[in-house]
């Protein structure tokens, strides 16, 4: 986990779980973009220049929803090979926050609305983005072992 804190030129970016209590905060996308457009996306996105893994997650959550995103925030952390571009990598971490956050969320302009939803429900959706349910299932599958 601790390479998620230091810079990795091969990183396309960092998507993953932030739970508010017992749910998670996911949005749907917007027509403006050509990766499944209206889906339902998870926070996150592509790192600045020099950006660690968790600086990206930690500013695309900030932009996204309004919301800080600490070090200890994060309890699961799981480095994929990126389907978008070859020899680079996704991270996927989980974020746990507190209930009492939710009155502080502030939608950015990156898509139609947020959600909170518990994990099951995601992993179930059919307009979700599938590569990151598989994620969120090797998560609840790692976290039941």
Not at 83 to 104: M, T
């Amino acid at each position: 986990m601790e390479e998620f804190y230091t810079y990795d030129p091969n990183s396309n970016g960092s998507k993953g779980l932030v739970f508010i209590g017992k749910k998670i905060l996911v949005y749907r996308r917007d027509n403006n973009t050509k990766v499944y457009p209206l889906y339902i996306d998870l926070p996150g996105g592509g790192p600045e220049p020099k950006e660690t893994p968790f600086e990206t997650f930690r500013r695309e959550v900030m932009e996204e929803f309004g919301l800080v995103i600490n070090r200890e925030d994060i309890m699961y952390v799981r480095k994929y090979e990126s389907i978008l571009e070859k020899g680079k990598f996704l991270y996927f971490p989980v974020a746990k926050l507190p209930s009492d956050v939710e009155p502080h969320i502030k939608f950015g302009n990156e898509g139609l609305e947020y959600m909170l939803m518990s994990l099951n429900e995601f992993v179930g959706l059919q307009d979700a983005w599938p590569v990151l349910q598989s994620c969120a299932l090797d998560y609840i599958n790692a976290t039941i072992e």
